[in-house]
């Protein structure tokens, strides 16, 4: 064991409890606990934002792909970039003038219906759970690698410290966790592109010419089609990764810790340049992994291609590099996993038991309790879905959190805002048309079945394509415009008031 990792992975544990700490003394109401009382500024809630959304799947996932398939592992950089003009054209602005604290509550400003609330909550916790495996995947990788601990161990470990942030900092301690995490990550970042690019004389067209040679796949690296050899599943994967971002629970629970719309589309600017400059690094992350690891060398570390960044980093700045690359990567799942932990928490509390269960009539401190325990109840049974899904690629599991977010999520906040005749009936229809058709179709798919043995199954996959939004996104749109127009229900809600306050924010007396 490293004593220079153990250093700096206890720097930046100790950090983020100092941060929780300071954190709890200022949650004081479900306000603060959900949405830091909305007082972050544009560049803090789009430092949050960013690294909220660069998860394990980004720096871990992804660096992994790129080393392993080259231009194929690129595709999810591309769509998790272009998703953000999806959010910052189509939603950023309305949800925060329409909601509170969730989802649930900007869908009810229309339809003040328990059964709408109640499945948006369904939807929120779903993919919550998703994401969460991600992280929690990567998490005990990484831990594993860098203190040679079993994978189950480290997988608890993550699940402790980010319940302890949840628990007893809420949206406050969560928020700046993550804008720490996105300045260390961009940092880390930044160093390693610079040092590849050194490697190669800061050339790029070299780079690219070279890095064919170092692996198995010669020229066909730089093609698409190394690992995506189906063009509909490549377009179904796409279309996931770029309207998912807008459905995203954890994403669109940071335009409620604002003051404001414009301070929300601010922090929507602020993230796109963050996230922007980082993806396009992740190639230097990726081509470095294959030239100074070796293909080889990243399969023996984990098989998923999880680890190509800290070996990379080690590879090219010593232990001292790898064990920052690695502490960031780790601070990185902690904020985003707190965050996931929270916005699921909120969904339980706020939606379930505060409005329907308690019929809005809970009081604050019933409210708090609620949330905490449902924090833990999200936590505990993350953590046990995670020790099973070892030896899957992170950037995978995300893309399914992304199709489900797509699919169920999006039709019905788009719905809500644009469409005059939408009613309960087509909300209801298009988060479960969505969500079931996302969740049956991907228990169906080559990630659970395979005969090679690759997946959860082995046996013939019944639905071919890996991830669904081909089938599932229209599915949900589909669903909510039949569910509204063949229902009796002529009610379309309060679209005129919501209209209004959609796009001015003005909420009357």
């Known amino acids: 064991m490293n004593l220079i990792v153990v250093i700096l992975f206890l720097a930046i544990v100790s950090l983020t409890l100092v941060i929780t700490y300071f954190a709890a003394k200022r949650t004081q109401s479900t306000g603060d606990f959900y949405t830091a009382g909305g007082g972050l500024t544009g560049w803090q809630n789009g430092l949050a934002i960013a690294g909220d959304y660069l998860s394990a799947a980004s720096f871990l996932g992804i660096a992994g792909a790129i080393a392993l398939y080259g231009f194929d592992g690129f595709f999810y950089s591309i769509g998790f970039l272009i998703a953000y003009l999806v959010v910052m054209f189509l939603v950023a602005e309305p949800l925060r003038n329409l909601g509170k604290y969730t989802l649930a509550d900007m869908i009810n400003s229309r339809f003040d219906a328990k059964k709408v609330r109640a499945v948006a909550a369904i939807s929120t916790i779903t993919i919550v759970i998703f994401y969460m495996i991600a992280q929690l995947v990567g998490a005990g990788a990484l831990i594993q690698l860098l203190f040679g601990i079993d994978y189950w161990m480290a997988v608890l470990l993550v699940g402790v410290m980010m319940t302890i942030y949840v628990l007893f900092g809420g949206m406050t301690a969560t928020s700046w966790v993550q804008i720490i995490k996105a300045v260390l990550l961009m940092l880390g970042t930044v160093i390693i592109a610079f040092l590849v690019l050194m490697k190669f004389n800061f050339n790029i067209f070299q780079m690219f010419s070279e890095v064919k040679t170092v692996t198995s796949h010669g020229d066909a690296y730089l093609q698409p089609g190394l690992k995506y050899t189906v063009p509909l599943d490549t377009i179904s994967l796409m279309l996931a990764l770029v309207l998912g971002t807008a459905g995203l629970p954890h994403i669109l629970m940071r335009f409620f810790t604002v003051k404001d719309a414009r301070t929300a589309r601010s922090s929507v600017v602020t993230a796109t340049w963050v996230v922007g400059i980082f993806y396009i690094l992740t190639i230097f992350l990726g081509f470095g992994a294959a030239a100074f690891v070796g293909e080889s060398n990243i399969l023996e570390a984990n098989p998923a291609g999880n680890m190509a960044a800290p070996l990379l980093a080690e590879a090219l700045g010593g ?104 009613n309960t009936s087509g909300a209801i229809t298009a988060m479960l048309s969505g969500l079931l058709t996302a969740i049956i179709l991907v228990s169906m798919s080559p990630n659970v079945f395979a005969l090679d043995g690759s997946a959860i199954f082995v046996g013939d996959p019944l639905f071919p394509l890996t991830n669904p939004a081909l089938i599932s996104v229209p599915v949900g749109f589909l669903g909510g415009f039949l569910g509204t127009i063949l229902s009796k229900e002529l009610d379309p809600g309060r679209y005129a008031e919501v209209k209004v306050r959609a796009n001015t924010g003005y909420r009357g007396n």
Not at 343 to 358: E, L, N, P, R, T
Not at 380 to 394: C, D, E, G, M
Not at 400 to 421: D, E, M
């Open 319 to 422: 232990d001292l590099l790898m064990s920052f690359v690695a502490a960031v990567a780790f601070a990185t799942i902690l904020a985003v996993v707190a965050g996931l932990v929270l916005s699921g928490a909120s969904a339980f509390a706020h939606d379930i038991y505060g409005q329907i269960i308690k019929k809005g009539k809970a009081s604050d401190r019933e409210q708090m309790l609620a949330a905490k325990w449902a924090s833990l109840g999200v936590s505990v049974f993350s953590i046990l879905l995670s020790l099973f899904a070892q030896s899957l690629n992170v950037a995978f599991l995300v893309s399914l959190a992304f199709c489900v977010a797509a699919s169920a999520n999006l039709p019905v906040i788009l719905y809500t805002i644009y469409w005059k005749r939408f």
